[in-house]
């Protein structure tokens, strides 16, 4: 089922048309060096019979004979003569199936996230327990990622995707049925150590969007792809703002319908849970039988026994692009988090008993997010412009969050409606452009390793923005944590302006013939890269 698809119907220059799709040509690309390859193996590789180049024109007639024996899905890519090489990627009809698999799951993540903060005054009567210990049922999702997300980055690029993401379904949803034992007023921390093993199953679920999108995605819709993925996420916080207060109103005076309402939610969740559980065992596989792209396509050469992940971080922490990406998403992705976190504060302090309106604000936040994250990775896919895109949506933010912060208290909650709105389109807009924009400067390492770190750098500047946008707000004003906040978001768009862009996966998906390789710091730009193009197609036809 996983090779079935029309032909994919990008195009580079040269190519010709053949029956259900465009026919990609490519140039010959020099030997790759990626994913954490270590030095001297890769040569040492390649003269191994058992391991030829996916396309050889010297060998090509012995390479399509190889392919046809050990690998089926490489036959379609090989050249018809040794005068030229194509390549014919393929969309399989299962990606559609997978992303909408894994938003679902990635919904109800976030859900069980979002559900006890929302109802705090609700689980601090039926449990008995403090604000603080109800903060730290959400609290959990953030400290349990930041130690565990390299374990995880490595289980994904060394186990694979399918393994991950059913680890994440699964975790999720186990964690769910711990909750459904946890409904007696005494047992608060059953209900933390159910909380706990759904924020490790987060670990597993919020490095994956990119790499979803780029094994199964075509070009023209890989950055989409991501953006919907990532989409799943934030619909869930959405829903656990509305949902969760309608199934478990506040009986305070009758602990027994309190205790039955919750019950009543936690086993629908468990329920939902299960069935998505089993739908990722069914639906998901390590990839598609026949790459979406040629950057996928190229990756096909690549052994295995060949991969270091302490190479592979290494090369990644030496790419500066990509360190400077990883300082100013995190920047802009802690200033979302402590915004969303502190908000409720913030609009209590200038408009008392506005509790309902908060959470409101709070959802109009995340909705205008949403769209914003489709919309930027539409833009993404049709236009390729990864810094410009990145560096505008940046200052926009930046200009909507001093817009916010000097009309927070001007009386009219509408006027605060807006600002929060145009807000949380931007800076939730800006997530898929982060993650694609990091797969782009450093591929072809692993986009789950990519991820993972920037949402760890989001997770680090969350915590500590939080903490201290939290003691302005309470010691001055909202004011003076929100000018704190935006004082930091300016440096993240001088951080964004320095990145050297690269586009190392778009310029293999065009065909350009590059030399790509693992993690090269002073890699092409994409004026040469362009200068190149067409000397590179000149070289196909002789």
Not at 60 to 65: D, F
Not at 285 to 307: F, G, I, M, N, R
Not at 356 to 380: F, Y
Request: glycine residues 8%; aromatic residues 10%.
């Amino acid at each position: 089922m996983g090779g079935d698809g029309a032909d994919m119907s990008e195009t580079g220059e040269g190519g010709e048309e053949g029956e259900g799709g465009e026919v990609v040509e490519v140039a010959l690309m020099p030997p790759l060096h990626q994913n954490g390859c270590l030095p001297g193996r890769e040569t040492e590789r390649r003269s191994s019979s058992s391991s030829a180049p996916l396309v050889s024109v010297s060998d090509v007639e012995v390479g399509r004979a190889v392919a046809s024996e050990e690998h089926p899905e490489a036959e379609a890519m090989l050249p018809a003569s040794t005068s030229e090489v194509k390549l014919i990627p393929r969309l399989s009809k299962r990606r559609l199936v997978v992303l909408v698999i894994f938003s679902l799951y990635s919904l109800v993540n976030a859900f069980q996230w979002i559900q006890y903060s929302i109802l705090t005054s609700v689980f601090t009567r039926y449990y008995n327990v403090s604000n603080s210990q109800i903060d730290w049922l959400s609290m959990t999702y953030m400290v349990t990622y930041i130690p565990l997300i390299f374990p995880a980055t490595w289980l994904l690029d060394t186990r694979g995707l399918r393994i991950t993401a059913l680890l994440g379904s699964g975790l999720n949803c186990l964690g769910a049925w711990i909750k459904c034992t946890s409904v007696q007023p005494n047992l608060y921390v059953v209900t933390l150590m159910a909380q706990i093993v759904c924020s490790i199953a987060q670990v597993f679920i919020l490095g994956l969007p990119s790499r979803i999108a780029s094994v199964w995605f075509g070009p023209k819709e890989v950055s989409t792809a991501c953006a919907v993925a990532v989409l799943g996420n934030q619909l869930g916080t959405a829903i656990g703002f509305l949902l969760p207060p309608v199934l478990v109103p506040n009986t305070a005076d009758d602990l027994d319908l309190m205790g039955q309402n919750i019950r009543i939610m936690f086993y629908g969740t468990a329920a939902v849970s299960t069935l998505l559980f089993i739908l990722a065992a069914v639906v998901f596989k390590e990839k598609p039988k026949y790459p979406p792209s040629q950057s996928q396509a190229v990756l096909l050469d690549v052994s295995p026994d060949d991969y270091s992940y302490k190479q592979s971080m290494i090369n990644l922490f030496r790419n500066v692009p990509f360190v400077l990406l990883l300082i100013s998403y995190g920047i802009m992705t802690g200033a979302f988090y402590s915004v969303s976190t502190l908000l409720n504060q913030m609009i209590i302090t200038h408009y008392e008993g506005e509790e309902v309106n908060a959470g409101r604000i709070g959802l109009t936040l995340v909705v205008a997010g949403m769209v914003g994250s489709v919309i930027c990775g539409l833009w993404l896919d049709y236009t390729k412009t990864y810094k410009q895109t990145t560096l505008v949506v940046y200052i926009l933010s930046f200009v909507g969050m001093v817009v916010f912060t000097f009309t927070l208290d001007c009386g009219h909650l509408v006027v605060v409606f807006v600002t929060g709105g145009v807000l949380g389109f931007f800076m939730t807009g800006y997530l898929p452009l982060g993650f694609e924009f990091a797969v782009e400067i450093t591929y072809p390492e692993s986009e789950g390793t990519s991820s993972g770190l920037l949402n760890a750098s989001a997770q680090i500047f969350g915590i500590i923005f939080t903490l201290i946008q939290g003691k302005l707000t309470t010691d001055y004003n909202p004011r003076a944590g929100n000018i704190f906040l935006f004082v930091w978001m300016f440096i993240g768009i001088i951080l964004t302006a320095l990145i050297k862009s690269d586009l190392r996966r778009h310029n293999v998906n065009s065909g350009i013939s590059v030399d790509i390789k693992s993690m090269s710091v002073d890699g092409p730009t994409e004026d040469e890269l362009s200068k190149t193009a067409s000397k590179s197609q000149s070289e196909l036809k002789i």
